[in-house]
């Protein structure tokens, strides 16, 4: 089978998908959090230019993203190298080389791409007002439009796990949405 049928297959499976989702919210999740949290931290550190901010913020996207490929890849690699020998065991054969194991391989590479791509979506939205000219926005109003882009963002994630769910994707949106107000408060409230 090809590689682009192997993709397609994979991408098919509701098992791989359902795996590449929790990894891309996760991280995307903890990726608007921290985005949030440097934000925040940055405005009441005293930095007023739009470009370091996005400057350190780009830097934990860095750190994130590379830690949503890393981690996912060792360990999905780890949990279907130990399912496969489990199945080696019982069929006494050895599987490495085969349809199976491929297979596995690109599924793995999908789930740590969606694990990696969460957290840099969770940074750079919220970014994205210092991306503008520094006398676009004061640096409060960047800052909060920021938190405003960040909660927007948690809330959306919510919202699609709700309607995945079967549950009020508005009551799940609120949800998460809360987390990024809570990451504002507490920065804020330990800053003072």
């Known amino acids: 089978m090809s590689r682009r049928k192997r993709l397609r297959a994979v991408l098919a499976d509701e098992g791989v998908r359902a795996l590449s989702r929790r990894y891309f919210v996760s991280n995307g999740f903890d990726g608007t959090l921290t985005s949030v949290g440097v934000v925040v931290g940055a405005y009441l550190s005293g930095i007023t230019d739009g470009a ?26 780890a949990e279907t190298r130990a399912d496969r020998l489990r199945v080696e065991a019982a069929m006494l054969r050895d599987l490495d080389d085969t349809a199976i194991a491929r297979r596995n391989r690109t599924a793995r590479a999908v789930s740590a791409t969606m694990s990696g791509i969460g957290p840099i979506v969770g940074v750079f939205v919220p970014l994205l007002p210092f991306l503008a000219p520094d006398e676009t926005f004061t640096p409060v109003a960047a800052t909060a439009l920021a938190v405003a882009l960040g909660v927007s963002l948690l809330f959306t994630f919510g919202a699609y796990l709700g309607s995945l769910s079967e549950q009020s994707w508005v009551v799940a949106g609120a949800r998460m949405g809360l987390a990024g107000v809570v990451v504002a408060a507490l920065n804020i409230l330990l800053g003072a």
Do not use: K, P
């Not at 370091?52 to 690699?77: D, M």
């Open 52 to 77: 370091t901010v996005f400057a350190i913020g780009a830097g934990g996207a860095v750190g994130l993203g590379t830690s949503g490929v890393w981690s996912v890849w060792e360990i999905e690699r």
